[in-house]
């Protein structure tokens, strides 16, 4: 495992259609095991222009899992053994805009978590901790994504609220028009707790949100065929390749920890006394207590 301020590390979360780039060199396909069970899948370790990088395919190859099954704290974990420091999380979502149509990457900077079926914080009974979540991605990575969107020229908007539902239903009209009396701007199933969870674990995190097709409150979703919203994943699968080649140069502008405090997040956070700490809890997140327990 790197320490955080060791040279950046980038990992991609996001489908299978993500990871098939060029130049990507030294591939490999490893397996983690994790205290919290097994990841989505093997992780997929290389190399792009000497910036390392590791892909997690989020519902594993051949999307196997649906959005409520998914190990998120394995997910995470699995990445920071993996030596992960920087997380871009690729997800496909619904629009809940008329000016975000089909094609439009949103880097989203706030969330509204509505999941009620997960595991959602390594911490618990004998190891307590409470980090901060007011500004719940790495702006600072935000910043580069945005500079290597418009460098691609893809339509894109810098901010935006993610409404993260349970699923794997989809809503209905009526939830729908409430998200968006809220100003949320688009819809998924995916980012929540696995943004809570990045932030445990001391990792910056960011989300390109890749709109696939308006949400049910548009006049015209009942017209949409599967073969158009297919068309626009495939689409929007080349986009994404495109952006992790073209951000992973940009990560060497980091020198050491991020200003934003991504990478110092536990401090402060854990709350038990160091004599009522659990031994056993401290030994199963030792991957992650290793920079703020030292």
């Keep these: 495992m790197a320490e955080s301020g060791a040279a950046p590390v ?4 996001g489908g299978s259609g993500v990871y098939d780039i060029d130049g990507l060199e030294k591939q490999r396909w490893v397996k983690v095991d994790t205290p919290f069970g097994d990841p989505s899948d093997e992780l997929l370790t ?17 999307h196997r899992i649906p959005p409520s ?39 989203i900077d706030q969330f509204i978590d509505r999941t009620f079926a997960r595991e959602k914080t390594f ?14 991605v790495c702006g600072r990575l935000g910043d580069l994504i945005e500079e290597a ?15 993260v539902m349970e699923g794997p239903q989809f809503s209905t ?14 819809i998924g199933m995916t980012n ?42 495939v689409a929007n699968a080349g986009k994404a390749r495109s952006l ?26 854990i709350m038990t006394a160091p004599d009522k700490r659990d031994p056993e809890m401290l030994k199963k997140l030792g991957v992650l207590l290793a920079r703020a327990l030292g």
């Excluded at 009209?173 to 688009?186: F, H, I, T």
């Excluded at 073209?246 to 991504?262: F, M, S």
């Design 46 to 62: 290389g190399e792009l222009n000497g910036q390392k990088l590791v892909f997690l395919p989020r519902h594993g190859r051949g």
């Design 123 to 136: 911490f618990g009974t004998g190891l307590v901790a409470h980090v901060a979540l007011g500004h719940p």
């Design 192 to 233: 929540m707790p696995e943004a809570k969870l990045a932030r445990e674990a001391e990792m910056c995190y960011a989300t390109v949100a890749m709109v696939t097709d308006f949400d049910c409150w548009h006049p015209e979703h009942d017209h949409v065929t599967v073969d158009a919203v297919i068309r626009v994943v």
């Design 69 to 107: 099954e998914l190990n998120f704290r394995a997910n995470i974990f699995a990445l920071k053994a993996m030596g992960v420091t920087e997380i871009l999380s690729v997800s496909a979502v619904g629009s809940l805009k008329e000016h975000l149509p089909p094609g439009t990457f949103v880097v």
């Design 173 to 186: 009209k009526a939830e729908s028009e409430l998200y968006r009396s809220w100003g949320c701007d688009v």
């Design 10 to 13: 980038l990992g991609v979360i």
């Design 149 to 163: 969107l418009e460098e691609l020229k893809v339509p894109h908007q810098r901010r935006g609220t993610y409404m």
């Design 244 to 269: 992790v080649k073209k951000l992973a140069p940009k990560l060497r502008v980091r020198d050491g920890l991020c200003a934003q405090g991504c990478h110092t997040a536990l401090d402060n956070a």
